[in-house]
């Protein structure tokens, strides 16, 4: 439908009467602007009086761009200048961005970022430690910190409380590791560019060899005596010495992983993420037809009110201490914990002249070197060793003796 342009007192602005609508008293009016720019005539349309149009406003718009056609300074058309607020808005948001980025703190960043994907990710139990580590010692250091202003003198500050709080060298490495991951995957995105403040800060060195592991009949004492104190952390413990599994692995186990007809037990979600099969000895499977079966999704050891169990049974500590296992013994290495269990079936192995390779299989280790971390299993290797030396020196021996015997 065609429009009849009104003129106004200012030159080159003009407008057009909605039929029907009115804003206010007046008919809703469309606003425009008409000029000469770079050699040729330009008309703009500006928008209605509903829209905050007025003739004032447009002359001053009109004003703004005839400028700038003149002074080569600033947007010649309503479009150009358009674009440059948006640039303008555009650059203003990443700046806001940029600002954020600097201003989040390591706890913030933890708690917006990191954790949502890492409860994904991981598995509860890492979740869990890694809460930890952050409430009992990266937060009181590090959590109202920005990112960026983070540095190794903060790390150290860390590892000194940890310190002096008594905490193992193992303890610490862990705490530092959480950090590590929580830093690198701020860095991958882009919160922080610079490697780790935790690197080239110095930490405790972890011996982690274990020189204890049980003989047979300090084996059967010890299941003896779990077995009259409770009978289920006996099958937890018979489990884990004649299988190596790890205490989380055997609280873990459902019923869906075991199967009786094959004799074998299936390890799902193990540590590292991989999963194993192991073969069942008579004392085990004698162990599991013994039990009441249950559904393929459910636990096989339950805690008292029916989930999975969290901690080895205080009845454990109270048969080691009645044993004697742990008596005068104060190096580390030389206490007998649960994880003991695990060491003895690896030696068990060995001595039986079990290949290094199928031992690390077994205990579900990434590689040789972690299973050689128990110094009992090199030991019994090198027993191994100079047994089959001394029987080749024998073997050789009576060859000659019967050599010399045949003259």
Known sequence: ??????????????????????????????????????????????????????????????????????????????????????????????????????AITFKAYFEREYLPLARVTKKPESIRKTEEHVKN??????????????????????????????????????????????????????FVQVQSPSKGVALPKVNNERKRYLTRAEADALLAELAERSPQTHDVALLSLHTGMRFSEVTGLTWGCVDLARERIDILNAKGEKDRSLPMTARVKELFQGLVHGAPNEL??????????????????????????????????????????RHTCASWLIEAGTDLYVVQKTLGHSTPVVTQRCSHIADAMIANAFRAMEADSEKAKDKKLMRFGDR
């Open 1 to 102: 439908m065609p429009v009849t342009w009104i003129k106004t007192n200012f030159p080159g602005v003009r407008f057009y009467e909605h039929a029907t609508r009115k804003h206010g008293v007046q008919k809703d009016r469309y606003f425009a602007i008409r000029f000469q720019a770079e050699g040729r005539r330009r008309e703009e349309g500006l928008g209605w009086s509903s829209e905050g149009w007025s003739v004032s406003k447009a002359a001053q718009s009109l004003a703004e761009l005839k400028k700038a056609a003149t002074t080569g300074e600033g947007a010649t058309s309503l479009a150009e200048k358009r674009k440059q607020a948006e640039a303008r808005r555009e650059q203003a948001r990443q700046e806001g961005e940029t600002r954020a980025r600097d």
């Open 300 to 341: 096989i050891f339950k805690s008292r009110v029916g989930g999975r169990i969290g901690k080895i049974s205080k009845s454990f500590d109270l048969a080691v201490e009645k044993l004697g296992l742990n008596r005068d013994v104060d190096d580390p290495k030389q206490i007998f914990s649960f994880h003991c269990l």
């Open 137 to 190: 010692w990266l937060g009181p250091v590090v959590g109202r910190l920005p990112l960026k202003n983070i540095h190794q003198m903060h790390m150290q500050k860390v590892l000194l409380a940890m310190a002096g709080a008594g905490r193992s060298p193992r303890s610490i490495q862990y705490v530092f590791a959480t950090f590590r991951a929580i830093w690198n995957h701020a860095r991958n995105n882009g």
